[in-house]
Nanobody, 119 residues
Framework: QVQLVESGGGLVQPGGSLRLSCAASGSIFSINAMGWYRQAPGKQRELVAGITSGGRTNYADSVKGRFTISRTNAKNTVYLQMNSLKPDDTAVYYC?????????????WGKGTLVTVSS
């Protein structure tokens, strides 16, 4: 079992910055990759950014050059630095961890943190 707790959401003006954090606990040794997803009202959940255990990253086209994902050496905390925020970035942001144990791949999710970009 892996538990994920997000923090860092809030209200920010367009052009501003926020840093989201996701702390993982439990069977963190089993985590292969972690990522951030978001879901805006009336829209499907979408991948924002991901990072593998080896440090390889990938980003949605809409956030490339503005968002940066990183993780601690202990691999139990992942961050999302969000700069030049736009109203379209408004959404609930969810932390995800992909765990592999005994040949099974399991996705774990946090409860989400709300990011609102508005003037």
């Amino acid at each position: 079992q892996v538990q994920l707790v997000e923090s860092g959401g809030g209200l920010v003006q367009p052009g501003g910055s926020l840093r989201l954090s996701c702390a993982a606990s439990g069977s963190i040794f089993s985590i292969n990759a972690m990522g951030w997803y978001r879901q805006a009202p009336g829209k499907q959940r979408e991948l924002v950014a991901g990072i593998t255990s080896g440090g390889r990253t990938n980003y949605a086209d809409s956030v490339k050059g503005r968002f940066t994902i990183s993780r601690t050496n202990a691999k139990n905390t992942v961050y999302l630095q969000m700069n030049s925020l736009k109203p379209d970035d408004t959404a609930v942001y969810y932390c995800n961890a992909e765990s592999a144990v005994a040949g099974m791949v399991i996705d774990y999710w946090g409860k989400g943190t709300l990011v609102t970009v508005s003037s």
